[in-house]
């Protein structure tokens, strides 16, 4: 079986070492348009913050890995065109410019995403800057150091996390949103108006509700201030985090995709040509809550998909899960849990729900030290089926979200979650867990 993967980054990287664990005699081609592969790009944050001193860690294999598993490795080669009909597809060598044809038998198609760019005057401006791979890490990190007024565009979690690392260095910082609120995606105002609190007390601008206007510049090309339509700010140095889209020009008009150019998948990893097969950023998810596709670039869905790639490319046998979008997130001490959908959100997915919403302390009050915590259950009105949930203290219970996830995934209710066993320690908890009593407050509310 001939096997060509294109783009070697997290699915890639899963796909390619399951692959050959589960068909070891598979020949394996990987073309990869950067110099390296399987960068965590979710670390860039802690890279530029310098709480990762050493980048090697951010890799977690490399070309030499896969080429001792038996692939052969391409890196610094973009593929150019893929013939679907005759099975073939062809690459450049980006150092040398020569051209390469290889067939066949399966596509893995795992090209990720990329930045969205706005069509914003003056955006060609010097010193405005992506956050996605390696190479533009490094390039941040480089131009930080003579930075001292870093404008952060979009509020989503890479631009928090840069936030955060840019005024730990020192630096002045401004945030731009053109909503009203950050994180809007994950959380619910009840708990964004708590981190935007906390970030305007260290000292963060924030500017939301702001659309950019324009980049202006000096006469060296250099940018000096972004313009709103509230206000101008000044800036020695942007960073652009407003989403990204799928990287799919190579596949476009011959597998079926979503309006905005992400692949559609079946629960084996196939598109709609039976010997290709996608993962990762470049695809739509299938989401639990509503159990309609959607596009969430997350790593964890990444690595999962690549794997069951691998599991599949042969014979179908694992089933997709499907995914709740959760995430987490440790911001100025903080640290934020989020599954599935919020009460903001859910209108726009067709889902008609209700909240309810616990503040209490993690654990009993006699204990020497003790954390309050605020905690948020998402479920759909007429079912009382979870569908979202949200946590947040100074004291770490992000796992709970991950027990959220399941309760999602496994179609649980409000009772199920306000009666399930959880254990009791005083050094962790209270006799009833913190979810059962977030289960218990749902329950009340119902007259249940």
């Not at 068909?23 to 310098?50: H, K, M």
């Not at 690459?91 to 969205?116: C, F, H, Q, R």
């Not at 950050?182 to 963060?204: A, H, P, R, V």
Request: proline share 4%.
């Amino acid at each position: 079986m001939k096997v060509v993967v294109i783009g070697c980054t997290h699915a890639g990287t899963a796909a390619v070492k399951t692959i050959l664990k589960e068909n070891p005699e598979a020949e394996i081609t990987i073309f990869e348009r950067n110099d390296n592969i399987s960068f965590l790009s979710c670390g860039i944050a802690l890279y530029v913050g310098g709480v990762v001193k050493d980048p090697a860690g951010l890799f977690y294999s490399n070309p030499e890995e896969l080429s001792k598993m038996g692939a052969n490795v391409k890196i610094k080669h973009n593929v150019k065109s893929i013939d679907t009909k005759s099975k073939k597809v062809i690459a450049e060598d980006m150092n040398t410019g020569e051209e390469i044809e290889v067939s066949y038998d399966k596509l893995v198609n795992t090209t990720g995403s990329w930045p969205i760019i706005p069509p914003i005057p003056g955006i060609e401006s010097k010193n405005i800057l992506l956050c996605k791979n390696y190479d533009q890490a490094n390039v941040i990190i480089r131009q930080t150091k003579d930075a001292k007024k870093i404008v952060i565009v979009g509020g989503g979690y890479i631009g928090i996390e840069l936030v955060e690392a840019f005024q730990k260095s020192g630096k002045q910082v401004t945030l731009i949103d053109g909503l009203d609120r950050i994180l809007n995606k994950y959380l619910d105002k009840e708990f964004t108006d708590i981190l935007e609190d906390d970030l305007k007390k260290n000292g963060i601008n924030l500017a939301l509700d702001q659309c950019v206007k324009s980049f202006k510049a000096n006469e060296n090309g250099e940018v000096t201030s972004v313009e709103t339509t509230k206000g101008e700010y000044e800036a020695d140095m942007v960073i652009l985090c407003v989403g990204f889209r799928p990287n799919n020009e190579l596949l476009k008009g011959k597998v079926d995709m979503l309006p905005n150019d992400a692949i559609i998948v079946d629960e084996y990893m196939r598109t709609s040509d039976p010997d290709i097969f996608a993962a990762g950023d470049s695809c739509a998810v299938h989401y639990n809550p509503n159990g309609n596709y959607a596009y969430i670039p997350l790593a964890t869905n990444a690595v999962r998909m690549g794997m069951l790639i691998g599991k599949n490319i042969s014979t179908p046998k694992v089933k997709y899960r499907g995914t709740q979008s959760t995430s987490g997130l440790n911001l100025f001490g903080y640290n934020i849990g989020s599954t599935g959908v919020t009460v903001s959100g859910a209108p726009q997915i067709g889902l008609n729900v209700r909240s309810v919403i616990v503040k209490d302390n993690y654990r009993p009050e006699f204990m020497p030290t003790n954390e309050e915590i605020i905690m948020q259950l998402v479920y759909e009105v007429g079912t009382n089926r979870i569908v979202g949930g949200q946590v947040m203290s100074k004291y770490d219970i992000t796992q709970s979200a991950n027990t959220l996830s399941l309760a999602i995934q496994n179609k649980m209710t409000i009772e199920d979650l306000a009666y399930v066993d959880f254990f009791f320690q005083p050094h962790f908890d209270r006799p009833w867990n913190y979810l059962n009593i977030l289960g218990l407050a749902a329950l009340e509310q119902e007259g249940l």
